[in-house]
C-alpha cells in the first residue's frame, strides 16, 4: 500500500528506500508495516523492530524510557549512569556484538548526528487519552477500515494513522508533518572523551545492576524509540517478571491464595498486553501505566511458592488471557470495563456487588442516582475488603485547586463555579463529571478515568459531591482504583476466610477458566543476584 498523502502542504517528498528507514532507529531489520518499498515513502513515525512474541521469549520491560530526551546540537540531555550491584564489571556491547567496554560504572550521554538522507514524517493523531485502553479503542476503530493505526506513548497516549486514512466519525484529529534531518546517538563517556556507539546495545551484568535502590539481573538492552529518545530495557523472563511484581502489587506478607490469585492475574495481564508498547520495541513498562516491576528479590519465599504454585496458570476466556483488571479496593461493588475506560462491555467483567449474601441483598443495582450511592458509602458491614485504609475516603478541593488541576492536564482553566455529576455506570462511578466555569469561561466534561487522572487527590470515581461554599466542594467516595476486576483487599479478606485462589478468581471472574501456557525455555524461575 503506497502511503502518498493527498496533501498540498508538505512541500517536499524523498524517496527513502527502506533499510535507510529501519537503520534510521536502530540498524534492525524493520517490521513496521507502515513502511513498504516503492518509488517513494512518508512515514508516521521512526521505525523500530518489534520484539520477539511474549510467549516464546522473555518479556522486554523497560525500565527507563524517552531517555536522551532535550538532547540538542549544543548539549547533551541527562545522562544515563549504570552501576555494577557487585565486584563483576558490567559488559556493554554495540550493534555488532563487539564488546566497546567493560567497568563497574558506565556513563552515557546523547548526541544528534545528521541522516544520510532526510526522512518525512506525517501523521494523524487522536489524543491524548488517559489509559492505553481508551487509546486502544479508536486504533481498533481504524484498524476496522484497513487502516494501520498505531498506540504510541510520547508523554500521554495517542493513536496515529497515516495521513491518508479517512477519519472518524465524531472523533477529533490532528495533523503533523516534519521532516527528520538527525537521529539520536549513544555515546560512551571516557576518560578521553566521548564515544559515539551504534545502536541497539546490549548490557550484561553478572553482578546484577544496581536500579533505584534495588538490584536487577538483566540481560539489559538499549534501543531507539519511535519518538527519537531511547529506552533502557530488561529482558526478563516470565516468571521472574512475577517475583518483581506480586510483592509491589499485593504486598508480599499477604495470605497464599491472594497471592496466587495476584500471580496467576498478573502472568495472565502480562500476556494479554504484551502489545502495549509495539510502536517502542517492547512489551511492557514498569510503572503504573502497566504493573509496577521492581527488585525481584524482594519476594518473599511465600511468593515465590505461590508463582511456583501457579506457574504457567493465566485466566482465560474463549481460550486466549483475558484483559487481567486489578486494583486495590472496589468500595463493596464491582464495576464494568466500561466504567473506567472508553471500551465495550466485557462480560466476565461486570458491575455487581462484593459482599456476602447479605449485603448483596441490600445492594439494588444499578446506582444511578446519588441517593442510592450515599446509601451505599454509609455502609460496610458484609462487604469484603472493608480493612483497606480507603474503602471510604474523604476530599475537599478548593476552586483554586480544581483549576491547577485542570491546568495541569492541559484544559481550559477558568474559574470553577459549580462541579455536577452528568452521568454514573451501574456500579454507581461516575462516567461524566461538569465543571461549569465562571463568565464567558468554557465549562469542561471530564470522562471515565480521564477524571482520576485529572483530579489526581481522587482515589476513585465511586463518589457523592457536596457543595460546602462558593468556591469548595467535599467528594466522598469509596473505593480505590478503576474498581474493574479483582479488589486486592478483597482477596486479602477472601484468602483469609479461607477461600482457594481459584475461587477467589471466579468470583472476581465469572465465567473464566484456568488454563496453562507453555513458559519458553528461559523462562524459568530464577533468583536475582
Same mark, same amino acid.
Given at each position: 500500500?503506497?502511503?502518498?498523502?493527498?496533501?498540498?502542504?508538505? @512541500?517536499?517528498?524523498?524517496?527513502?528506500?527502506?533499510?535507510?528507514?529501519?537503520?534510521?532507529?536502530?540498524?534492525?531489520?524493520?517490521?513496521?508495516?507502515?513502511?513498504?518499498?516503492?518509488?517513494?515513502?512518508?512515514?508516521?513515525?521512526?521505525?523500530?523492530?518489534?520484539?520477539? @512474541?511474549? #510467549?516464546?521469549?522473555?518479556?522486554?520491560? !523497560?525500565?527507563?524510557?524517552?531517555? /536522551?530526551?532535550?538532547?540538542?546540537?549544543?548539549?547533551?540531555?541527562?545522562? %544515563?549512569?549504570?552501576?555494577?550491584?557487585?565486584?563483576?564489571? =558490567?559488559?556493554?556491547?554495540?550493534?555488532?556484538?563487539?564488546?566497546?567496554?567493560?567497568?563497574?560504572?558506565?556513563?552515557?550521554?546523547?548526541?544528534?548526528?545528521? =541522516?544520510?538522507?532526510?526522512?518525512?514524517?506525517?501523521?494523524?493523531?487522536?489524543?491524548?487519552?488517559?489509559?492505553?485502553?481508551?487509546?486502544?479503542?479508536?486504533?481498533?476503530?481504524?484498524?476496522?477500515?484497513?487502516?494501520?493505526?498505531?498506540?504510541?506513548?510520547?508523554?500521554?497516549?495517542?493513536?496515529?494513522?497515516?495521513?491518508?486514512?479517512? #477519519?472518524?466519525?465524531?472523533?477529533?484529529?490532528?495533523?503533523?508533518?516534519?521532516?527528520?534531518?538527525?537521529?539520536?546517538?549513544?555515546?560512551?563517556?571516557?576518560?578521553?572523551? /566521548?564515544?559515539?556507539?551504534?545502536?541497539?546495545?546490549? %548490557?550484561? !551484568?553478572?553482578?546484577?545492576?544496581?536500579?533505584?535502590?534495588?538490584?536487577?539481573?538483566?540481560?539489559?538492552?538499549?534501543?531507539?524509540?519511535?519518538?527519537?529518545?531511547?529506552?533502557?530495557?530488561?529482558?526478563?523472563? %516470565?516468571?521472574?517478571?512475577?517475583?518483581?511484581?506480586?510483592?509491589?502489587?499485593?504486598?508480599?506478607?499477604?495470605?497464599?491464595?491472594?497471592?496466587?490469585?495476584?500471580?496467576?492475574?498478573?502472568?495472565?495481564?502480562?500476556?494479554?498486553?504484551?502489545?502495549?508498547?509495539?510502536?517502542?520495541?517492547?512489551?511492557?513498562?514498569?510503572?503504573?501505566?502497566?504493573?509496577?516491576?521492581?527488585?525481584?528479590?524482594?519476594?518473599?519465599?511465600?511468593?515465590?511458592?505461590?508463582?511456583?504454585?501457579?506457574?504457567?496458570?493465566?485466566?482465560?476466556? &474463549?481460550?486466549?488471557?483475558?484483559? !487481567?483488571?486489578?486494583?486495590?479496593?472496589?468500595?463493596?461493588?464491582?464495576?464494568?470495563?466500561?466504567?473506567?475506560?472508553?471500551?465495550?462491555?466485557?462480560?466476565?467483567?461486570?458491575? #455487581?456487588?462484593?459482599?456476602?449474601?447479605?449485603?448483596?441483598?441490600?445492594?439494588?443495582?444499578?446506582? @444511578?442516582?446519588?441517593?442510592?450511592?450515599?446509601?451505599?458509602?454509609?455502609?460496610?458491614?458484609?462487604?469484603? /475488603?472493608?480493612?483497606?485504609?480507603?474503602?471510604?475516603?474523604?476530599?475537599?478541593?478548593?476552586?483554586?485547586?480544581?483549576?491547577?488541576?485542570?491546568?495541569?492536564?492541559?484544559?481550559?482553566?477558568?474559574?470553577?463555579?459549580?462541579? &455536577?455529576?452528568?452521568?454514573?455506570?451501574?456500579?454507581?462511578?461516575?462516567? !461524566?463529571?461538569?465543571?461549569?466555569?465562571?463568565?464567558?469561561?468554557?465549562?469542561?466534561?471530564?470522562?471515565?478515568?480521564?477524571?482520576?487522572?485529572?483530579?489526581? #487527590?481522587?482515589?476513585?470515581?465511586?463518589?457523592?459531591?457536596?457543595? =460546602?461554599?462558593?468556591?469548595?466542594?467535599?467528594?466522598?467516595?469509596?473505593?480505590?482504583?478503576?474498581?474493574?476486576?479483582?479488589?486486592?483487599?478483597?482477596?486479602?479478606?477472601?484468602?483469609?476466610?479461607?477461600?482457594?485462589?481459584?475461587?477467589?478468581?471466579?468470583?472476581?471472574?465469572?465465567?473464566?477458566?484456568?488454563?496453562?501456557?507453555?513458559?519458553?525455555?528461559?523462562?524459568?524461575?530464577?533468583?536475582?543476584?
Amino acid at each position: 500500500m503506497s502511503l502518498t498523502p493527498p496533501f498540498g502542504w508538505l @512541500k517536499r517528498r524523498v524517496v527513502v528506500p527502506l533499510a535507510l528507514v529501519s537503520a534510521i532507529a536502530c540498524s534492525c531489520r524493520a517490521q513496521e508495516a507502515t513502511i513498504e518499498s516503492g518509488p517513494a515513502a512518508v512515514v508516521t513515525h521512526r521505525s523500530v523492530p518489534l520484539p520477539p @512474541k511474549a #510467549r516464546e521469549a522473555p518479556l522486554w520491560v !523497560a525500565l527507563d524510557d524517552h531517555l /536522551g530526551r532535550g538532547t540538542t546540537t549544543q548539549r547533551s540531555g541527562p545522562l %544515563l549512569t549504570l552501576k555494577s550491584a557487585g565486584e563483576q564489571s =558490567l559488559r556493554l556491547r554495540d550493534g555488532s556484538g563487539t564488546v566497546v567496554a567493560e567497568a563497574r560504572s558506565l556513563r552515557l550521554s546523547w548526541r544528534l548526528a545528521p =541522516l544520510a538522507v532526510p526522512v518525512e514524517i506525517a501523521r494523524q493523531i487522536v489524543g491524548p487519552f488517559a489509559s492505553f485502553e481508551s487509546a486502544e479503542r479508536i486504533a481498533n476503530r481504524w484498524r476496522d477500515q484497513g487502516v494501520v493505526a498505531r498506540v504510541a506513548h510520547p508523554g500521554d497516549w495517542e493513536v496515529w494513522a497515516p495521513m491518508d486514512a479517512e #477519519r472518524l466519525a465524531g472523533v477529533p484529529v490532528r495533523r503533523s508533518a516534519r521532516t527528520l534531518t538527525t537521529e539520536m546517538k549513544a555515546v560512551l563517556e571516557g576518560p578521553s572523551g /566521548g564515544r559515539t556507539l551504534q545502536g541497539p546495545l546490549m %548490557l550484561e !551484568a553478572p553482578s546484577g545492576l544496581l536500579w533505584q535502590g534495588g538490584v536487577l539481573r538483566g540481560p539489559f538492552r538499549l534501543q531507539p524509540d519511535a519518538y527519537g529518545s531511547w529506552t533502557l530495557l530488561e529482558q526478563v523472563p %516470565l516468571e521472574r517478571y512475577l517475583e518483581g511484581v506480586v510483592p509491589h502489587e499485593i504486598g508480599a506478607g499477604s495470605p497464599r491464595a491472594a497471592l496466587e490469585a495476584q500471580a496467576v492475574l498478573a502472568r495472565t495481564w502480562a500476556l494479554a498486553n504484551s502489545h502495549r508498547y509495539a510502536i517502542d520495541g517492547y512489551h511492557l513498562c514498569s510503572d503504573t501505566q502497566c504493573q509496577v516491576y521492581s527488585d525481584p528479590r524482594q519476594a518473599s519465599a511465600a511468593v515465590r511458592q505461590a508463582i511456583r504454585a501457579t506457574a504457567g496458570q493465566v485466566l482465560a476466556w &474463549n481460550g486466549e488471557p483475558i484483559q !487481567a483488571w486489578y486494583h486495590a479496593s472496589n468500595g463493596g461493588v464491582m464495576a464494568g470495563a466500561e466504567e473506567a475506560w472508553a471500551m465495550d462491555s466485557l462480560p466476565y467483567v461486570q458491575a #455487581r456487588a462484593d459482599g456476602s449474601a447479605a449485603w448483596i441483598k441490600g445492594l439494588a443495582l444499578p446506582l @444511578k442516582d446519588p441517593t442510592s450511592v450515599s446509601g451505599l458509602l454509609s455502609r460496610g458491614d458484609g462487604a469484603y /475488603g472493608t480493612n483497606h485504609p480507603r474503602f471510604r475516603w474523604s476530599r475537599t478541593y478548593s476552586a483554586v485547586q480544581v483549576a491547577q488541576a485542570l491546568r495541569a492536564a492541559g484544559l481550559p482553566a477558568g474559574v470553577p463555579i459549580a462541579l &455536577n455529576v452528568q452521568t454514573r455506570g451501574a456500579s454507581g462511578r461516575v462516567l !461524566a463529571l461538569g465543571i461549569e466555569m465562571t463568565g464567558n469561561g468554557e465549562p469542561v466534561m471530564l470522562r471515565l478515568d480521564g477524571i482520576r487522572r485529572t483530579l489526581r #487527590r481522587l482515589p476513585s470515581t465511586l463518589f457523592v459531591i457536596e457543595t =460546602l461554599g462558593p468556591d469548595r466542594w467535599r467528594f466522598k467516595g469509596g473505593g480505590f482504583g478503576h474498581g474493574v476486576g479483582l479488589s486486592q483487599a478483597g482477596a486479602i479478606d477472601l484468602a483469609a476466610r479461607g477461600w482457594s485462589f481459584e475461587r477467589i478468581l471466579s468470583h472476581y471472574y465469572p465465567g473464566t477458566t484456568l488454563t496453562t501456557v507453555q513458559p519458553s525455555s528461559s523462562s524459568i524461575p530464577g533468583q536475582a543476584p
